[in-house]
């Protein structure tokens, strides 16, 4: 529920007895109503616990902040919690980053206009100049910022120029260039791409080629967070469709792009609605 009557708890921590119910009752005691709850305890030893709390704010005996200065020292600490705890209305601020294909970058735009998309969205970054018509037509801020392989540091100066103190995640929506680690290490988990391949098949350049030439029967996306190993990142979301022989390179080409518009919708939705928590090279996604 996005409202400025609720509050979200993400948390992480190892798994041990008493998480719950040291939770629920701190929440309890400070006025909190507790509307949904979804966990998850991995089987390894030592195991990991993950949760994702909404919360009803309207009845709290003290302001979020000094509840999450409470939280800290009383439960998070002793259960070695990474956490965070926001209103649920505080919309994450959105950039986009595309080349020349509109259609995962479109999809995005429209869920943003209908506002069923919890985000701010601040501006499209693009190497090429091709898609600032559609761009503007939103009321969205499109900045042109060629990104060549020998001009690459200096496009990346620009792009955190424009990014610095605007941008809370980064979207790749068909951005058809390598990020450097530099670009991502000031986004640590916060840059979200759309690769066309069901990963972790056809990493790489023109995956719709590879699946043909090895005559695939199905073919998909895959939204992940962006690391320094290409295409190697934390997976958020997949999707596929099933082909045949009939199907020629053009034809996976045209099937994929729906394919990719709703992956990366769904996964940057969910990020923005506090629905993912990673861990290591892997997601849990409460949707």
Known sequence: MIDDKHAVLLIKCPDRP????????????????????????????????????????????????????EFADQIAEPFAMEWQL????????LAVLVSKHDHALMELLWEWKR??????????????????????A???????????????????????GLLEGKADLVVLARYMQIVSPEFIRHFPN???????????????????????DRGVKIVGATAHYVTADLDAGPIIEQDVQRVSHRHAVEDLKSIGRNLERRVLARAVKWHCEDRVITHGNKTVVFA
Do not use: C
Request: cysteine-free.
């Open 18 to 69: 008493g998480i719950v119910a040291a939770i629920s009752t701190f929440l309890f005691t400070h006025g909190a109503n507790i509307t949904d709850l979804d966990q998850h305890s991995t089987d390894d030893e030592p195991g990991a616990y993950f949760m994702r709390l909404e919360l009803q704010t309207s009845r709290l005996d003290k302001p979020l902040d000094e509840l999450r200065r």
């Open 86 to 93: 926001g209103a649920s209305h505080m919309h994450r601020r």
């Open 115 to 136: 506002g069923d998309l919890p985000a701010d969205m601040q501006m499209v970054i693009s190497n090429h100049p091709d898609l600032r018509a559609p761009v503007e």
């Open 138 to 160: 939103f009321g969205v801020p499109f900045h042109h910022v060629p990104n060549a392989k020998e001009q690459r540091a200096s496009a990346e100066d620009q792009m955190l």
């Open 190 to 212: 916060r840059i979200i791409n759309i690769h066309h391949s069901f990963l972790p098949a056809f990493v790489g350049a023109d995956p719709y080629r590879q699946a043909w």
